[in-house]
């Protein structure tokens, strides 16, 4: 595949980048993940935002506009011959108080029915710059990752020392609990995703009652359901969880499918949009 890197277009073996790059040195750097269709990067403003966001806390500028990222991510797309994908924007910063800008591409592999999650606990700082923005900074989470895959589970899931629940490796939780949607508190920790923010702005506005919470372990015995979200694969039902010696199986409720249809529906609302305003897209 052939990469972008820092206003050039080249083979993967050919991008370069300085062994003083602090994303390597430190993990100083951010990323965003987004998907794809039809050449239009999904709810792309949003997740601009929360990179733009996260790099001034960072103290790591960034001074590259909205509109200029997304061409460099449709170039990279059309090098690729690729009008849907997984895109991974990497930004980090140079010792000159420069940065480097990569930005990957991959086809969207086949997603299952649904998702099994293992449990896994890790103390953390709530407000850890590590957690609360997308960082390089995410050798636990590799771990996490690499540990449920291996023990044939799609993906981790934090638990802190209280026993709550935090997040995935790489996606946001939600447990349907009788008549209301419950999902972890952004004070604890977690990150701030966007499909998170956009499952919540759905619900209210579909009338479903989600709360923001401490969500401690034992909720899992009481959930009739569970999902998780993160940008590439939308809204993801959760078939079961393992935690510690205990199993949780849940079957799909109503909340979810009802919340799944209106997300799909406002991604192909955007995806409209975006082509009436720029037919060359597609």
């Not at 206003?7 to 040195?25: F, H, M, T, V, W």
């Not at 100083?28 to 269709?37: A, H, M, N, S």
């Not at 999650?117 to 990752?145: I, M, Q």
């Not at 079957?251 to 720029?278: F, M, W």
């Amino acid at each position: 595949m052939l990469v972008f890197l820092n206003g050039q277009i080249l083979k993967e073996e050919d991008a370069k980048i300085s062994i003083n790059d602090l994303s390597y040195q430190f993990g100083y750097g951010l990323f965003e993940t987004i998907r794809c269709e039809q050449g239009i990067p999904l709810f792309f403003e949003y997740h601009y935002k929360r990179l733009t966001h996260s790099a001034k806390e960072l103290e790591m500028s960034f001074p590259v506009e909205e509109k200029e990222v997304k061409k460099w991510i449709q170039d990279i797309l059309h090098a690729n011959k690729l009008t849907s994908g997984r895109v991974k924007i990497i930004i980090s910063k140079r010792i000159e108080d420069k940065f480097n800008v990569l930005i990957l591409t991959s086809p969207l592999e086949k997603l299952p029915g649904a998702y099994s999650l293992l449990s896994y606990t890790l103390s953390r700082d709530s407000k850890s710059v590590s957690f609360r923005h997308k960082t390089t900074s995410r050798a636990d989470s590799y771990v996490a990752y690499k540990k449920a895959i291996e023990s044939d589970f799609n993906d981790a899931l934090y638990v802190n020392e209280r026993n709550e629940l935090i997040e995935c490796t790489r996606a946001n939780i939600f447990l349907v609990i009788e008549d209301k949607i419950i999902t972890p508190l952004l004070e604890s920790g977690i990150l701030s995703g966007v499909t998170r923010a956009k499952i919540i702005e759905i619900a209210k506005k579909e009338g479903t009652v989600i709360e923001e919470k401490n969500v401690h372990s034992l909720y899992l015995g009481k959930a009739a359901d569970a999902f998780i979200t993160n940008a590439i694969i939308g809204i993801m039902p959760v078939s079961r969880i393992k935690f510690e010696d205990k199993e949780y199986n849940f079957s799909r409720d109503s909340k979810t499918i009802r919340l799944k249809n209106a997300y799909d529906g406002e991604v192909q609302e955007y995806l409209n949009a975006s082509l009436s305003k720029h037919p060359s897209y597609s």
